[in-house]
């Protein structure tokens, strides 16, 4: 028997539940999709009148909050009754790593899943179909599963049943809408078929039945930690190739271009560049590296490390080669940061790579000018200030200042650094640029952003990650 879908919950109003119900709100006019936080603050933003204050960034996502919220998608921090009227709970909440205890620095710490598992099993009527968004470890369904089974048990909670299902999502950030209205496939886990055909008979709404894919629970849960390790290893193993084409006078865009007209390699993930950030390739590498040594596995676990290992070598040697280029010395001088979020077309800085560089020339004394067209300053200081065993906050915030835009960060500046790939450094008036900053003016290129003949031509020194013939 198919359980009919009125009312759908999402617990979570983040990166990943937010945009995911929005879509899915959209596709199925006739369910009602309620998503809760326990951040007050943030579900406020998410029901602000200015569609500009939204908690995230994305592009094609305020006009969809625009079409549907209040109709039949609702942001709302009354997480009790939200979970007590759902007929399908998706679960989307964050899964961070430990950063102490058993498994710190690899396993993913599971306090907001099982937290949410309790809720779940404590407001939830009747049957209910809990969905795992978030991305878990293998296994992590026993952990809902056994949390809701022991309520069901306890006389109280009698007439309550439940359903667990893996529904992984594949959406980067950035492309979000795109990637949630045409996905490339749906992946639905569990054991029980009915609750399988309802959760696909809702995607069914807008993606074709050939691109859904029902597995076990196990299976599902383990393919999302794999697809994010395959693909952070590609950017590993072609930034590993970046060092080697500046020493040989080879081009990596060429080498790229060239390896991925392969079919079988294929061309996409191919960009070489600082490394790559994001809430999820380090975390779910480092959690697949945990589950390895779990199983005794460790050559594998050793193989996936070296993914890590080879991304914050590339941060490392991006921000030695500015140092050396700049005469090993920094004090004194100005660098404009173009770019401060993980990639572009997201306000999200998580483990973005220019965490890493930027701390690392504050180190060696210089000033930085930070221009990203979605970053807060808030945000900025933030991440710049969890360094505090080299400067307290207060010290580490005299040396950095955010502009308003990338002439402003360029002024009076030795070197502009280009971290993100947004499309606007692209169009960047690269004779006012040099005619405002000092003398010698550097750029060091990161992203394959900057045309280097042009920048030459203009008088600039230019370094470009990878090219054999700007190094
Ligand atoms: C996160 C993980 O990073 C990703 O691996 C996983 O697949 C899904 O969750 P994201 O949506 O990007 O992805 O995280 P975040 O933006 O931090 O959103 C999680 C939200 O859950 C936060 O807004 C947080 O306040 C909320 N939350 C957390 C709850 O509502 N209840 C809790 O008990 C814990
Ligand atoms: C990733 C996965 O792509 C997505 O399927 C999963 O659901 C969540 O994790 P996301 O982290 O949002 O998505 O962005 P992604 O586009 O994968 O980029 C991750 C990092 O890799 C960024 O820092 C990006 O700049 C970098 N990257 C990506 C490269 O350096 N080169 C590339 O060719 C592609």
Redesign the pocket.
């Known amino acids: 028997m198919y359980k009919e879908i009125k009312k759908i919950c999402c617990?979570?109003?983040?990166?990943?539940?937010?945009p995911t119900m929005a879509v899915m709100a959209a596709n199925n006019p006739d369910i009602k999709f309620t998503v809760?936080?326990?951040?007050k603050q943030?579900i406020n933003l998410w029901n602000s009148k200015d569609l500009d204050e939204l908690?995230?960034y994305e592009p094609g996502l305020s006009e969809l909050i625009k079409k549907n919220r209040g109709k039949n998608l609702f942001f709302s921090s009354d997480?009790e009754s939200s979970i007590e009227n759902a007929d399908m709970i998706f679960i989307?909440?964050?899964?961070?790593t430990k950063t102490k205890g058993f498994g710190a620095g690899f396993a993913?710490d599971l306090?907001?899943?099982e937290?949410?598992a309790k809720?779940v099993a404590k407001y939830s009527k009747g049957h209910t179909i809990v969905v795992e968004?978030?991305?878990?470890p293998v296994k992590t369904a026993l952990t809902i599963k056994s949390i809701l089974t022991a309520y069901q048990e306890k006389g109280e909670h009698k007439g309550k049943s439940f359903d667990i299902l893996s529904n992984?999502?594949f959406l980067a950030?950035g492309t979000a809408i795109i990637n949630l209205q045409n996905p490339d496939r749906v992946l639905i886990g569990g054991d029980n078929k009915n609750s399988i055909e309802t959760l696909k008979g809702i995607y069914m709404n807008w993606v074709d039945e050939c691109k859904i894919l029902t597995t076990d629970l196990w299976s599902s849960e383990l393919s999302?930690l794999i697809s994010n390790a395959f693909l952070a290893q590609r950017i590993s193993s072609i930034n590993s190739i970046s060092a080697l084409c500046e020493a040989t006078e080879a081009n990596i865009s060429n080498v790229s271009k060239a390896v991925g007209m392969d079919k079988r390699i294929g061309s996409e993930f191919l960009n070489a560049g600082p490394g790559f950030g994001g809430?999820?390739f380090k975390?779910?590498i480092s959690n697949l590296i945990y589950i390895c040594k779990h199983y005794g596995l460790e050559d594998v676990a050793r193989y996936w490390e070296n993914v890590i290992l080879l991304n914050k070598w590339q941060q490392r040697r991006i921000s030695k080669i500015i140092v050396d280029k700049l005469f090993g010395n920094l004090s004194d001088k100005r660098i404009a940061i173009f770019g401060f979020a993980f990639k572009s077309d997201t306000n999200?800085t998580?483990e973005s790579p220019a965490i890493n560089i930027c701390r690392d020339l504050l180190d060696e004394g210089c000033f930085l000018s930070i221009y990203d067209p979605k970053v807060s300053s808030s945000q900025i200081k933030r991440e710049l200030s969890l360094h505090e065993n080299v400067r307290n906050s207060d010290q580490n915030n005299l040396l950095w200042e955010k502009n308003s835009n990338l002439y402003e960060a360029a002024k009076n500046s030795d070197a502009l650094v280009v971290l993100t790939d947004w499309v606007e450094f692209k169009s960047a008036d690269l004779k006012k640029i040099f005619n405002i900053m000092n003398y010698p003016s550097w750029i060091f290129d990161t992203r394959d952003i900057i045309n280097p003949e042009e920048a030459s031509s203009i008088g600039f020194n230019i370094w470009k990650l990878g090219n054999g013939f700007y190094s």
Request: charged share 30%.
């Open positions: 617990i979570g109003a983040g990166y990943v539940g937010g809760v936080d326990i951040n943030k908690p995230i997480i989307s909440v964050n899964t961070p993913s306090k907001y899943v937290s949410s809720e968004k978030s991305t878990l992984p999502e950030e999302k809430s999820c975390k779910d999200d998580r």
